[in-house]
């Protein structure tokens, strides 16, 4: 997946996940990369892009699925289906699926989003999440406000393998 690109912590991104960060030139006189990659000798300079695709913590990505450049933005706890062709930004904890993409349904009802938020789970280290699972499962495994709201989460503590990019 090609840059500039963010990506927040806890997410699962399948390995035939594909970005593209920039269309073909279609109003040009020709679509081919000789107009806009240095290396076939014809431009001086690759064309380059600044708005950095944002993912995110806690984003599922299924095998296949492609992000074209229309996209720039993956919202916390979402999820893109296998095989989705993403052409728009995609809303926190929301369940996207086909070609092109479409809103399937929201994963948590918007009080229990809010409870998540509060929560700010995805801060706690491994560490911190298995001391939450032992302390609360049903905070963790079947998430409801009343339990998210229970619970007392530790400091946050980052683990050096579990970081954004």
């Not at 240095?38 to 708005?51: A, L």
């Not at 070609?99 to 009802?109: G, V």
């Not at 560490?127 to 905070?139: D, H, K, T, W, Y």
């Amino acid at each position: 997946m090609p840059g500039p690109i963010k990506v927040g912590r806890y997410c699962s991104i399948a390995k035939t996940v594909r970005s593209v960060p920039i269309n073909h030139p279609y109003s040009a006189l020709t679509t081919h990369p000789a107009l806009y990659e240095r290396k076939f000798g014809v431009v001086d300079q690759d064309i380059t892009w600044d708005d950095a695709l944002i993912i995110e913590d806690d984003v599922w990505i299924g095998h296949y699925a492609v992000i074209l450049p229309n996209c720039k933005f993956i919202g916390r706890g979402s999820i893109i289906g296998a095989g989705a062709i993403v052409t728009k930004d995609v809303a926190p904890y929301s369940i996207v699926a086909g070609n092109p993409a479409s809103k399937i349904r929201d994963r948590f009802s918007q009080d229990l989003q809010e409870a998540i938020e509060a929560s700010r789970w995805w801060e706690l280290s491994t560490e911190a999440l298995r001391e939450l699972i032992g302390r609360s499962p049903e905070a963790v495994f079947q998430p409801t406000p009343e339990n998210l709201r229970k619970i007392q989460l530790a400091k946050p503590r980052r683990d050096p393998e579990v970081s954004a990019q």
